[in-house]
């Protein structure tokens, strides 16, 4: 059956071409590789799409489809007669359903028009289905290539130096947008072919981790090398293209001239701030500076804060997002592994008052958040190790199988093999994504998203002792956090001995902390204590724990002694 479209009556719109997509070569034949995606090579006119896209077919044993011709074939006619008859707007939409149905079809390196990607919905659906490639040439080698060439359209209204030029500055920034970017000058096409299978060959695909929520969604991107490509990966999500990155100090050197330019490259304009590092900047004072700074600029309510930095960054300017102008959009670069796998994903975001952590807050979801595990090899392994206990906590929570995971590759995170800290940052998101999807707001009066506070109460009250000045990590006190809720659930006769022998030696064969006394510092537990009664977590007057019935099987509740927190503190090396 002809799946020809016939006009429909006039309109204000220009009416569709009538394609007929029966004619449209879905099913070509080929002997070599038959699994996998589809390759499509995107750039303007010159770029040598059609004559590298069929060397490079030929030695991927793949086939090779020009997206021109099949429009042709499904139009009856020409290009140019498709242009002059139905204007380039019809010719847009007539393109973007061949190249979808090219696409259903197995996979094949698809040579396109040079203004097909600049649609959208093209766009998403290469992202989707296919690998992009960008041939990216300079403008004097695409003018020598097109000289002489009278089919183009778009090189009959005007000189073609003018129409290139033009066309450059409008498509560039979109280009910019495909996965893979292979630079092209004079060298002869083998040598171009070569270069796009080496790019091929070394790029890895980040994994994409839906976060689904009741009012939002949004993707956990989690790979390497993801600051580079920041640009492709945010232009799509981003609501105006306008950002203001928010660093600090020690991060700003290493990432931001990074992020920058790949965000410039697709044409997004930045400015930056700087924090300095450390918890103490989650503050009113750094909070108020930067919101001045921000609303001094003139920033509008489609401008996205970005969030460059660990889990100190991202709460700050999480909340400093979630309240300026009523809210701003808002992307997670974290940089640290605790804050790839905790303080990123969720939407929580706040600052710290002298009455303790975290007291001044919003939810507010992020548009993204690129975990680049590239960044983690600048990490000393004691920020390692304060990331790793959040990954432990969530296997112990409610995912048996992800601390029997922990047990067998936990050594390997932490000598950061990268294969092992890629598969660790997508098994605790994945956890935490269900967790939060479940309990946005942790609204839940028991379990639900309060079931992530195992080891907190004991954790924030370490650190609080402390000043939070960084002399324990907010990673540190949780694993310390971690044996005592077990060792809690013990004496409560909750939980099995058994299960808090395998958590206590898990920690200590890693040499994480694990007990009080393994501090420098003294505590004492009434100290201790008074920190954990103005814990935000308490309610009704009640200090709220988590506790465990076993690995896996964690609760939230109210009904806890204060005589037995007393005597797991003081077994545990705090003082009397």
């Known amino acids: 059956m002809s799946s020809r479209i016939s006009p429909p009556s006039p309109t204000t719109d220009p009416p569709p071409i009538p394609l007929d997509l029966e004619r449209i070569v879905r099913n070509p034949s080929s002997t070599g590789m038959t699994s996998g995606r589809s390759i499509v ?122 129409v290139l030029d033009r066309l450059m500055t409008i498509r560039h920034p979109v280009y910019a ?35 689904s929520l009741a009012r939002t969604s949004y993707d956990v991107v989690i790979g390497t090398d993801l600051i580079s490509r920041a640009g492709g990966l945010l232009a799509p999500v981003l609501p105006q293209k306008n950002a203001i990155i928010i660093t600090d100090s020690t991060v700003a050197p290493l990432y931001l001239q990074k992020l920058e330019d790949s965000l410039r490259e697709t044409g997004v304009r930045t400015r930056s701030l700087r924090v300095t590092p450390g918890e103490q900047s989650k503050c009113l004072t750094v909070y108020q500076h ?20 660990g889990g100190v960054v991202g709460d700050l300017a999480g909340f400093v997002a979630a309240t300026t102008l009523r809210g701003l959009p808002f992307v997670q670069i974290p940089t640290t592994l605790l804050s790839q796998v905790d303080s990123s994903v969720g939407g929580k975001t706040g600052i710290n008052t002298r009455w303790g952590k975290n007291l001044l807050g919003a939810f507010h979801q992020p548009l993204c958040v690129l975990a680049d595990v590239t960044t983690l090899s600048t990490l000393p392994r004691r920020e390692l190790v304060a990331g790793y206990a959040e990954i432990v906590k969530s296997g112990l929570i409610g995912d048996p199988a992800l601390f029997n995971w922990c047990e067998k590759y936990g050594a390997a995170v932490l000598d950061q093999e990268p294969e ?3 598969e660790a940052v997508r098994q605790a998101c994945a956890f935490k994504a269900r967790v939060v999807a479940a309990d946005e707001r942790e609204e839940q009066k028991s379990n639900g998203r309060a079931l992530l506070n195992l080891g907190h109460t004991f954790g924030h009250a370490l650190e609080a002792e402390l000043g939070y000045d960084g002399r324990l990590l907010h990673g540190e006190a949780v694993s310390i956090g971690l044996n005592l809720a077990f060792a809690l659930s013990v004496r409560l006769g909750l939980c099995p001995e058994q299960d808090q022998l ?30 954990m009664q103005r814990d935000k977590k308490m309610q009704d007057g009640r200090l709220s724990f988590v506790l465990a019935h076993g690995i896996g099987r964690a609760f939230t509740t109210q009904d806890v002694p204060a005589d037995a927190v007393r005597e797991v503190l003081v077994c545990d090396g705090a003082q009397g």
């Open 41 to 162: 090579l995107v750039g303007l006119m010159g770029a040598g799409k059609t004559t590298v896209g069929r060397h490079l077919a030929a030695r991927l044993g793949l086939p090779f489809v020009d997206a021109d011709i099949e429009i042709e074939r499904a139009a009856g006619c020409s290009i140019a007669d498709v242009f002059q008859l139905y204007g380039e707007s019809a010719f847009r939409d007539g393109e973007r359903r061949v190249i979808r149905r090219l696409l259903e079809g197995p996979p094949m390196v698809l040579a396109t028009g040079g203004g097909a990607f600049m649609d959208s919905q093209t766009r998403a659906l290469v992202r989707r289905q296919a690998v992009s490639v960008w041939l990216r040439c300079p403008l004097p080698v695409l003018l020598r290539r097109v000289a002489g060439r009278t089919h183009r359209p778009l090189l009959n209204t005007a000189s073609p130096r003018d």
């Open 177 to 211: 947008e495909a996965e893979i970017i292979v630079d092209c000058g004079d060298n002869n096409v083998e040598h171009t072919t070569t270069r796009v299978m080496e790019a091929l060959a070394l790029s890895r695909r980040p994994l994409r981790l839906p976060v």
């Open 290 to 309: 930067l919101t001045d700074a921000i609303l001094e600029q003139g920033v509008e309510r489609r401008t996205t804060i970005i969030a460059l930095g």
């Open 420 to 422: 092992a800290l890629a």
């Open 502 to 531: 395998r958590v206590t030696q898990h920690l200590e064969s890693l040499n994480m902390p694990a007990h009080i006394r393994d501090l420098p510092q003294t505590f004492a537990v009434e100290d201790l204590m008074a920190h």
